[in-house]
């Protein structure tokens, strides 16, 4: 596992969470519109997270635009709670 990778992604998923339960919490007019935004930054670190943990340092390093979409995409090898 590409620990370092991974940290990072996970705490940027962190600091969405704060950031958007703080948004909530003091926003009386935050809606949908800036939910649906904030939800797609935090997925999209919690997909690649999983989706690239194994990616070596050099991969990451030198990652495509199709590996942006692809670790970014909802992990198909992740079978969620209850399934």
Request: avoid cysteine; charge should be negative.
């Amino acid at each position: 596992m590409n620990r370092n990778w991974v940290l990072f992604h996970l705490g940027e998923a962190r600091h969405e969470i704060e950031k958007t339960l703080k948004e909530i919490r003091e926003t009386p007019d935050y809606d949908y519109g800036e939910f649906f935004v904030a939800m797609q930054h935090l997925y999209h670190h919690l997909n690649t997270a999983w989706n690239s943990r194994d990616a070596t340092e050099d991969r990451v390093a030198q990652r495509s635009p199709e590996d942006f979409y692809q670790w970014g995409r909802f992990p198909s090898d992740l079978p969620m709670m209850g399934e």
